[in-house]
């Protein structure tokens, strides 16, 4: 990778790829793109898109995230999930360029209270866990050089997620009942994209580039600490000041068309080990989110 590196980013106008268009500044040319210019979904056009902009790195954070409907739109989650990461991987590997990609706590089936580390059986409950689960081999399969980074419960002040349908319920209802049994991190997208770019600075380092093999391959990456929905609804709750009613359920009381793992917690020593990188408390994130959110 030289100084003058490009950087093909997918999923723009996601939550993620929002947040990663600024911290990846610093670090070469981004092409940034979203839906609309490349459709993973369009084998073809993915591949030519790769071809016509021959990036350095790729950046992976489009995804189909829609886990319930995934039940129902089977093919389409494995062609967004599944088969559009194995083309970036080949065409990867063709470029010599490096792929970034993030999975999901979902590729495991939730049971025990350990956290999961990388090299922890995979066994997904849904459809979306297993596309994704899918899509992470394809990568590996290839052999291309690639960082895989697992994570959780993402949020932030744009996009559809968890916070900001809680902040809107709020201030419709006056109770909500939120699921109490499933525990996981809830993790602020502009940490992750603050974390990637500081992994990728290391990678990119001179002095690393001998042993730069010791690097690839898959890393869970979340805030730290963990919580239920329930706790996280309480947290943002306690920000908001909303005198709304949480009650707390079980996830047998809140059926789903996709099961969702109880036991989301996953185990970050290995990216701490290797890069020196650790998130905040997802307390701490999450205010600062809020904070920032306020400011506009």
């Known amino acids: 990778m030289t100084a003058a590196r490009r950087i093909l980013l997918t999923g723009a106008r996601g939550q993620v790829g929002w947040e990663l268009r600024r911290t990846l500044g610093c670090l070469g040319e981004v092409v940034a793109l979203d839906s609309r210019a490349m459709n993973l979904a369009d084998a073809d056009a993915v591949r030519q898109t790769m071809r016509d902009i021959a990036p350095s790195i790729i950046v992976n954070p489009a995804a189909y995230t829609a886990v319930d409907k995934a039940e129902s739109e089977p093919e389409l989650a494995h062609a967004v999930n599944a088969v559009a990461p194995g083309i970036l991987a080949e065409e990867a590997a063709r470029l010599n360029a490096l792929l970034v990609h993030y999975s999901t706590d979902y590729v495991f089936n939730g049971s025990g209270s350990t956290p ?136 047998s009381d809140y059926p789903t068309p996709a099961r969702r793992p109880l036991n989301s917690r996953l185990n970050n020593d290995k990216l701490k080990r290797t890069f020196g990188i650790s998130l905040q408390d997802w307390r701490a994130a999450l205010a600062l989110c809020l904070e920032a959110d306020n400011k506009g």
């Not at 109770?175 to 940490?191: F, H, M, N, S, Y």
């Not at 706790?231 to 306690?238: D, K, P």
Request: charged share 20%.
């Open 116 to 251: 999961w580390k990388e090299d922890a059986a995979c066994d997904p409950l849904n459809v979306y866990g297993a596309t994704k689960l899918a899509g992470e081999r394809a990568i590996g399969a290839t052999g291309c050089r690639h960082l895989i980074f697992r994570t959780s419960w993402v949020y932030g002040a744009r996009g559809s997620n968890f916070l900001l349908t809680m902040r809107r319920l709020m201030r419709e209802r006056p109770e909500l009942k939120i699921v109490a049994d499933q525990v996981g991190a809830p993790t602020w997208c502009r940490d992750l994209a603050e974390a990637t770019a500081l992994v990728l600075s290391q990678v990119a380092a001179p002095a690393n580039r001998v042993d730069e093999g010791d690097f690839w391959g898959v890393y869970h990456m979340t805030n730290a600490g963990e919580t239920s929905w329930h706790g996280f609804a309480g947290a943002i709750q306690a920000h908001d000041g909303a005198g709304v009613r949480l009650r707390p359920i079980p996830s």
